[in-house]
């Protein structure tokens, strides 16, 4: 059996590579504004319904990959790249799953985001 569940990686590192090029108060506004631009792309991904092409299903997914990457979610930008890699390859089988587990891993990395500014203050 697969287990469904699966912990947000983040990498501190980005983040604090983002607070020393913008500043605190810029780079969370940034976090701020990536994690509000994640949320609707990964709804768009979730209603996706394109055409054959997936053109606009490759945008969204280079959407979440680069936004991903800018804050420090490792685990959601991998499964993005995979998912990606997937639509490339033109296997809707593989793509269907590792979209299901994009949408999975991408709500439990916002929430954990938003979790750890709760705590922060």
């Known amino acids: ?9 983040f990498n501190p590192g980005q983040l604090e590579k983002l607070c020393e090029k913008l500043g605190d108060l810029r780079a969370e506004t940034e976090v701020a504004h990536a994690l509000d631009r994640l949320s609707a792309l990964l709804d768009e991904l979730a ?8 053109t606009d299903m490759a945008a969204l997914l280079d959407g979440v990959v680069r936004d991903a990457q800018l804050i420090g979610m490792a685990t959601l930008a991998r499964v993005g790249q ?12 593989a793509l269907a799953a590792t979209l299901a587990r994009l949408l999975r891993v991408g709500d439990r990395s916002i929430h954990a985001i938003w979790d750890l500014e709760d705590v922060s203050g």
């Open 82 to 93: 995979n998912a990606a890699d997937c639509l490339r390859g033109g296997d809707p089988t």
């Open 47 to 54: 209603r996706y319904s394109g055409g054959p092409d997936h």
């Open 1 to 9: 059996m697969l287990p469904l569940g699966e912990p947000a990686r």
